[in-house]
């Protein structure tokens, strides 16, 4: 389900801002053969190539993992209930907290990370803002060629726009709290 909704939106969202699939390549730095998949629901994308194919759009990643159409003013989630999105099938799970909230101006996600996953050797820039708050396990970061290590209770902000990767260091499981901005432009 996961895939097929992403893919329907970057396909509409290509469509409607005019572009081929190899002009959009060409944009984010995403395989014309990659995004031609994701929009065939033939695979899930990790989250540097939603946020690569989100900037090229001018939007946030938030776009194409959240479904606007549930839009309310109020969300209420119980420990636990989150809506699950995938990403690195059983490596990485990602938790939308703020998953049918309307008109939001962030999102927030409960990430679930496996031991030696990481966000991969590239580093990830986008527009915004973004904050982690480890939950238990330490997790290392790199802003900006400065590395960070966190421990449980320890956090980080920083400028989106800055070159960022993030690696699990604990020996199992490490839990973090995200809040990105900002929110999707729905346009």
Known sequence: ???????KKL?????????????????????SNMISRIER??????VEIIVRLANSFGMSINYFVE????????????KGQGEPIFFFEDKHQIISLTQGLRDPNFTVFF??????????DG????SGEEF???????????????????EEGDSIVFKASLPHRWRNLHQGKTNVLWVVSPAPSLN
């Not at 479904?67 to 119980?78: F, Q, R």
């Not at 580093?123 to 986008?126: K, N, R, S």
């Open 41 to 46: 629901g033939l695979t899930t994308p990790s």
């Open 132 to 150: 982690a708050l480890v939950m238990d396990g330490t997790l290392e970061f790199i802003v900006d060629d400065e590395r960070f290590v966190l």
């Open 123 to 126: 580093g990830m820039v986008h």
């Open 111 to 120: 990430d679930t990370i496996e031991k030696n996953c990481g966000s991969g």
């Open 11 to 31: 396909k509409a969202t290509r469509l409607r801002n005019d572009m081929t699939i190899q002009e959009l390549a060409v944009s984010s730095n995403v395989s």
């Open 67 to 78: 479904e606007a159409e549930k839009g309310s003013t109020i969300v209420h989630t119980k």
């Open 1 to 7: 389900m996961v895939k097929k909704l992403i893919g």
